[in-house]
């Protein structure tokens, strides 16, 4: 059965704390993307992955970081330098950065 | 800046018609995206336009006209089920997405 996964659903940290959100999907896409989607706000993109050992930077970049080692696999970590951290994370993939995208359960992270 | 404004909240009832309006300003534009989003969950495709005109795919349909930097989104025979939010994104320059802020359509029997 084919598609994307994120774990945890739901994440608590507290402030000052590094936390990584795993994505993993089995769809043999090459281009992978995670957003945050806040309440009112639509999703925005944080960083984007079109080929494994290759990752951009997105709208909303600073206080994260990503890794791209393989191709099912595009974790994302926040960094205690992002200052508002608590959100809805999302993740997708696509066959390539052209088409459509598929998007995984999320992850509710709160920081307190 | 890339800017996609899409209405906050529509209402309608079942069995009717609805349009949910899209319009864009993006530095360059390689396809507009629909997708449903119920609440708590993942988006999920609905449609795609690149050329000008109508898509049409069962009650869904949709229009692109870059021209105008828009499109809509067309629901026919509304169902309960359609009650979700339903986001609009657009592919800029080097195919990078941004999405709209999503509108909340709200069925009632």
């Known amino acids: 059965d084919g598609g994307i996964t994120q774990s945890p659903k739901y994440l608590f940290r507290k402030e000052g704390q590094n936390v990584t959100l795993s994505c993993e999907q089995n769809?043999?896409?090459?281009?992978m993307y995670w957003y945050r989607q806040d309440p009112g706000q639509g999703l925005r993109l944080i960083y984007y992955?079109?080929?494994?050992?290759?990752?951009q930077k997105g709208d909303i970049a600073e206080g994260y970081s990503v890794s791209r080692e393989k191709k099912e696999s595009f974790p994302l970590t926040v960094t205690s330098a992002q200052k508002n951290p608590t959100a809805f994370y999302l993740c997708?993939?696509?066959?390539?950065?052209?088409?459509?995208?598929?998007f995984g359960p999320g992850t509710r992270l709160t920081v307190t | 800046g890339q800017n996609i404004d899409q209405p906050t909240e529509m209402t309608a009832t079942e069995g009717a018609i609805v349009q949910i309006n899209c319009t864009y300003q993006?530095?360059?534009?390689?396809?507009l995206f629909w997708y449903q989003q119920h609440a708590g969950e993942a988006p999920t495709f609905l449609s795609y336009?690149?050329?000008?005109g109508l898509e049409e795919k069962g009650r869904f349909s949709s229009f692109l006209s870059r021209s105008k930097g828009y499109s809509y989104l067309l629901l026919k025979e509304l169902q309960m089920k359609d009650s979700a939010s339903y986001l609009c994104?657009?592919?800029?320059?080097?195919?990078?997405?941004?999405f709209g802020r999503g509108t909340s359509l709200i069925v009632h029997p």
């Open positions: 769809l043999n896409h090459d281009a």
């Open positions: 994104a657009v592919h800029r320059g080097s195919y990078i997405p941004t």
């Open positions: 992955s079109q080929i494994v050992n290759d990752f």
């Open positions: 336009n690149v050329l000008d």
């Open positions: 993006t530095s360059g534009f390689n396809g």
């Open positions: 997708a993939s696509s066959m390539d950065i052209s088409y459509e995208q598929y």
